[in-house]
């Protein structure tokens, strides 16, 4: 799957996007009424090219009851205010300069021949562009399709590798219906993020805002409250195997969640197993440390059989996902079955769903299912494989196309590649959320868990979103596929429509074609049991 932008033409609108002006005028005539003058069927035929600017002046004049002097006045001082938009073309020229010559910019406006000229003697840098059309040049007019036809004759563009910017609906519309990628120009930085995401390396983006924030990746609470903490910093470290990105205890055996004195919570805070455990995983502590670590453990537990969260008996609290990465831990050393009736928990909460809402110090389903896919890839047991993995196999797919922050989706997009489920339906989602800057935005992970103030990192958000991406690369080499199109229906009755035909009749024609998984949007509690045609389609 090449990340190599799809898009080769970028053809954009002038006025309101390129360039800005202001309907104030010193004259008589008001902002409101100069936009009247603009959408007049005169003016139409004047940017169309078919009448003179002074004809054009002295009919609205006529038919607004305005001295065409006045309206000669009015529209000189709006050429006057016109300004470029130097940002939007700097980041055009950016990109353009990226693509290193597969990028094609052009303008496309509704604009008379005379405001044309006035605008051509403005100082932007022109050569930017490969082409310039006007309708007045064309004869054709936007919305109107002949504009857009003759721009693609004459660029020979792909409408289907164009994206089209443009401040009208109406416009944009009339691109989209040709096959365009259309872009409504009605926020400056959702258009800025929506260039660079569509013309961009998502991957190479996130791999420079993480360099460029190295050490200073630091969670924070929905209130404001920034946090230094491990849990973070070694997910962080696992997803990216880069130390330079991270800041982290130095510790020789045991973990705790705070770096620091602790925020929000009681000021003697516990050292835990869930930040103990991850920590002895990702850092690979020696095996004696790692033993004496799990002999502890096996002290915390209930009269359930379940592992609890604390070094601490006066603090009994478990979760499913602090049972799983204590899982994660005993089983990568080969001592899973000292946690068999931990175990069979955190099955019965899989089987049942009992994370939809997520848990105690977890804040959504996905980050069950993930560090679950996590103990069956770092454990690499047979035994596990064949408990838990054909149960998450059908959990997951229940959550496909499930609303998510970006955190959600990149779990929820790196378990599908590790079960051998392709997932564009989240990746077509999770792709325009990027920001300009490269990063994700911050995404919810943990919480705590009396006040249920929730927790989360950009850092985190990014690196998981950058590896969702690149571990889809590398298990389906083909681009994402796009939302099916409904079948064309043929303008021509069929000649075995007729009047005798009858329902039944019509049912015995349908296809029983089946639907592929990669199209569908599947609600929380659709499974493969539902839909027996959606297949993994790789098992490992």
């Given at each position: 799957?090449?990340?190599t ?5 970028l053809?954009?609108d002038?006025?309101?996007v390129?360039?800005s ?10 902002p409101?009424a100069?936009?009247?003058f603009?959408?007049s069927?005169?003016w139409?035929?004047?940017?169309r ?10 009919r609205?004049g006529g038919e ?12 000189q001082?709006?050429r006057?205010s ?7 073309i700097?980041?055009?020229r950016?990109l ?9 910019v ?7 021949a005379?405001?044309?000229e ?15 059309f006007?309708?007045?040049?064309v ?10 036809k003759?721009?693609i ?5 792909d409408p289907s590798r ?6 009208k609906?109406?416009?944009v ?6 096959g365009?990628?259309g ?5 400056h ?5 929506a260039l ?6 998502p991957?190479?983006?996130a ?8 050490k ?12 230094r ?5 070694l997910?962080?470290?696992?997803a ?9 205890t130095?510790t ?10 602790p ?5 003697e805070?516990?050292?835990?197993l869930?930040?103990t455990?991850l920590?002895?995983?990702?850092m690979g502590?020696p095996e004696d440390v790692a033993h004496?670590?799990?002999d ?8 359930d059989g ?6 601490d ?38 089987l049942h769903r009992?994370?939809l809402d ?6 959504t ?7 679950l896919?996590?103990?069956l890839e770092?454990s ?13 196999i059908?959990r997951?797919q ?13 779990m929820r997009?790196?378990?599908c ?5 392709r ?10 959320l ?12 943990y919480?705590y868990?009396?006040s249920?103030?929730?927790i989360?990192?950009?850092g985190l958000?990014?690196s998981?979103a950058?590896?969702a ?18 079948p064309a229906v ?10 005798q035909?009858?329902?039944e ?7 029983n ?21 959606i297949?993994p389609?790789?098992?490992k």
């Amino acid at each position: 799957m090449s990340f190599t932008s799809n898009y080769t033409t970028l053809i954009c609108d002038i006025g309101d996007v390129l360039f800005s002006w202001s309907p104030q005028t010193k004259t008589s005539i008001s902002p409101s009424a100069l936009r009247r003058f603009l959408s007049s069927p005169t003016w139409i035929e004047y940017e169309r090219g078919k009448i003179s600017q002074a004809e054009c002046y002295a009919r609205v004049g006529g038919e607004f009851s305005v001295d065409p002097t006045e309206v000669g006045r009015a529209f000189q001082d709006a050429r006057d205010s016109l300004q470029s938009n130097e940002e939007l073309i700097s980041v055009i020229r950016h990109l353009k300069a990226r693509s290193n010559g597969l990028l094609h910019v052009f303008a496309m406006s509704n604009i008379s021949a005379p405001d044309y000229e006035v605008l051509r003697a403005k100082p932007v840098d022109w050569s930017l562009f490969d082409g310039i059309f006007t309708s007045a040049g064309v004869g054709e007019r936007k919305p109107n399709l002949g504009f857009y036809k003759a721009v693609i004759s004459s660029t020979g563009a792909d409408p289907s590798r164009t994206i089209f910017v443009d401040d009208k609906m109406e416009n944009v519309l009339s691109a989209r219906s040709l096959g365009m990628r259309g872009i409504i120009f009605d926020d400056h930085r959702k258009v800025v993020r929506a260039l660079y995401n569509l013309l961009g390396d998502p991957v190479e983006r996130a791999r420079q805002y993480l360099t460029v924030n190295g050490k200073k990746l630091l969670s924070v609470t929905d209130n404001g409250i920034f946090l230094r903490e491990n849990f973070a910093q070694l997910l962080i470290l696992e997803a990216t195997d880069n130390r330079n990105l991270v800041n982290l205890t130095d510790t020789h055996r045991t973990w705790n969640f705070f770096q620091e004195k602790p925020l929000l919570t009681t000021e003697e805070f516990p050292f835990d197993l869930d930040t103990t455990s991850l920590g002895l995983t990702v850092m690979g502590s020696p095996e004696d440390v790692a033993h004496s670590v799990m002999d502890d453990m096996l002290n915390y537990i209930d009269d359930d059989g379940i592992i609890q969260t604390y070094f601490d008996h006066r603090r009994p609290r478990f979760d499913p996902v602090v049972c799983v990465n204590v899982l994660t831990l005993f089983y990568s050393y080969g001592r899973g079955h000292q946690l068999d009736r931990t175990l069979h928990w955190v099955r019965e909460v899989l089987l049942h769903r009992a994370y939809l809402d997520g848990t105690r110090y977890y804040a959504t389903p996905e980050c069950f299912l993930y560090f679950l896919g996590r103990l069956l890839e770092i454990s690499n047991d047979a035994y596990l494989a064949l408990y838990i993995k054909p149960l998450l196999i059908e959990r997951i797919q229940e959550r496909i196309g499930a609303d998510g922050d970006a955190l959600a989706l990149s779990m929820r997009l790196r378990l599908c590649a590790y079960l051998g489920l392709r997932n564009d339906v989240d990746l077509r989602t999770l792709l325009p959320l990027q920001c300009e800057d490269g990063g994700w935005e911050i995404g919810w992970i943990y919480k705590y868990g009396s006040s249920g103030i929730r927790i989360g990192n950009r850092g985190l958000t990014t690196s998981l979103a950058m590896k969702a991406i690149l571990e889809m690369q590398q298990q389906f080499p083909s681009p994402p596929s796009s939302p099916p199109a409904s079948p064309a229906v043929p303008l021509v009755k069929p000649a075995y429509v007729n009047a005798q035909s009858s329902p039944e009749r019509f049912s015995q024609r349908k296809s029983n074609s089946s639907i592929a998984f990669s199209s569908i949007a599947m609600s929380p509690l659709v499974s493969t049991r539902q839909h027996p045609e959606i297949v993994p389609l790789v098992l490992k």
